[in-house]
């Protein structure tokens, strides 16, 4: 009997310092999702690279290469609109919307349309079509409703409640693998997905955030996304350059955010009789357009502007009208409904509007570049602290620390005066109609039988 009692006295107290099986299966489960968005991201990564490097050997060689993508182009982004309707519906876009839209919807058959391992594969799989076809899009938007999908998927098999908090988590954890930024998927959690500070839920991002970096890490080794930049400023035009690149970006990013949301409402009333065939249509003339301005600017607008961004922050000024032809090209590829995200094309056209006006302030190439990456990712998303932190991680320019915090509050608050709805929040309410209005039709259905 005494050593009966030793025993289970024993078991007891290990239950308590280690947990039960039962407690034990969801947080492998959790760690073990979070390693994959880790491992994912780096892959994603990887085949985005290739095909902007295959468009880019396809449209460079022969003779009459450069015309190539007047076919490639209107082609890809219609295979990939039919694709999205067809295979892999709600995976169109950034696919940050579908994620935000999924934490407000109470229902899981509402968010497993939204965010499931299917849709995560379609994801990846189109969006590495849109960079293959031209398009001007990037793949850390579509990172987050990867990884935000696996994440649901892991709440279901480990019969886990905390569905909110796991696709906040994912979100950020795709956010963190994706950019190399750990720092900026914490923050773009709290202030861009959740716009709120959740004690609990930003334990679970944090854990998440953690395992996917050191997975990503393992694969890809430690760097910055931008390289290391070692500038600020020196003279009172520099100073001049934080206003101009706050004020000027803030409003770019307005105007982008807010035709955005206008065009996109238009065009989903005008599609709406034949929203397939319209929807394919569009699309084709979207990729025939961004042909157009791609061959214009000398192929500098395709794909995800990483090159041209990198260039600019280590001090290579950029053409005076970059900026401009690589806003039009990411409006008309979002435009377009075609899955990619419009993260990294930001950030080229920041850096384009900065080096246009540092060449013009006579100041730093890089110095501009960074503060005008800044001023117009702000003024796009309306999230400053995500902004700063990803723009400082990204460069490691720690040099210039007031300056990128002053202009991201600088293009956020010139952005809201101009554009009172943010974007991602703006198109997540299509999502979450939707959503509503389907179960409102299957309600009726039901009443009526």
């Known amino acids: 009997m005494p050593s009966f009692y030793r025993k289970s006295k024993l078991l ?65 982004f219609m295979l990939s ?13 950034s696919g940050i919307p579908q994620a935000i839209a999924a934490r407000h919807l109470r229902d ?11 849709i995560a594969f379609g994801k990846i799989l189109l969006t590495v079509l849109g960079l293959f076809s031209g398009a001007s899009i990037g793949r850390e938007g579509p990172t987050v409703q990867v990884g935000a999908s696996i994440m649901l998927s892991v709440a279901r098999f480990g019969g886990m409640a905390q569905a909110r908090g796991l696709i906040l988590a994912g979100s950020a954890a795709g956010i963190a693998a994706a950019f190399n930024t ?10 861009e997905m959740s716009r709120t500070y959740e ?81 394919v249509a569009l699309a084709g003339i979207c990729g025939l357009a961004v042909a157009l301005i791609g061959i214009a600017s000398h192929g500098a607008t395709f794909g995800t502007g990483y ?23 990411s409006f008309l590829s979002m435009l377009s409904g075609i899955p990619g995200g419009i993260f990294a094309p930001s950030l080229a056209v920041g850096a384009g509007f900065g080096s246009t006006m540092g060449s013009l302030f006579g100041t730093s190439i890089a110095l501009a570049a960074i503060l005008g ?25 720690h040099q210039a620390v007031i300056p990128i915090m002053a202009v991201s509050m600088i293009g ?28 409102r039709s299957a309600h009726k259905e039901t009443a009526a039988a």
Not at 307 to 329: D, M, S
Not at 383 to 397: C, K, N, R, S, Y
Not at 412 to 439: D, K, M
Request: net charge positive; with cysteine.
């Open 108 to 118: 899981e058959k509402d968010r497993v349309k939204l965010l499931s391992l299917k």
């Open 199 to 279: 004690s609990r839920a930003n334990g679970i991002v944090l854990t998440g955030v953690i395992l996917s970096g050191l997975a990503a890490l393992g694969l890809a080794g430690s760097y910055n996304y931008f390289g290391e930049a070692s500038v600020a400023p020196t003279a009172w035009r520099d100073w001049g350059l934080v206003l101009a690149c706050g004020i000027g970006g803030g409003a770019l990013g307005a105007g982008f955010s807010g035709f955005a949301l206008h065009f996109g409402r238009r065009v989903r009333a005008w599609a709406q009789p034949q929203p397939l065939y319209r929807m």
């Open 412 to 439: 956020y608050v010139t952005s809201r005066i101009l554009s009172r709805e943010p974007l991602y929040h703006g198109l997540s309410r299509v999502f979450i109609s939707a959503a509503l209005r389907a179960r």
């Open 373 to 397: 990456m800044a001023g117009y990712f702000s003024g796009v998303v309306q999230a400053p602290m995500t902004a700063f932190v990803i723009i400082l991680e990204m460069t490691g320019d």
């Open 182 to 191: 750990p720092l900026a998927g914490i923050v773009f959690a709290i202030e």
């Open 12 to 76: 007891r107290r290990s239950k308590v310092i280690f947990g039960s099986a039962a407690l034990w299966k969801p947080r492998l489960v959790f760690w073990l999702g979070a390693l994959a968005i880790g491992v994912i991201s780096v892959g994603f990564a990887e085949l985005a690279d290739m095909a902007q490097k295959a468009f880019g050997a396809l449209t460079s060689s022969g003779q009459w290469g450069f015309l190539l993508p007047l076919l490639l182009a209107p082609a890809g």
């Open 307 to 329: 090159e041209q961004a990198r260039g600019a922050v280590e001090g290579q000024a950029l053409p005076a009208f970059f900026f401009v032809e690589k806003l039009l090209a």
């Open 81 to 93: 609109a039919f694709l999205a309707a067809k295979l892999f519906p709600n995976s169109q876009g």
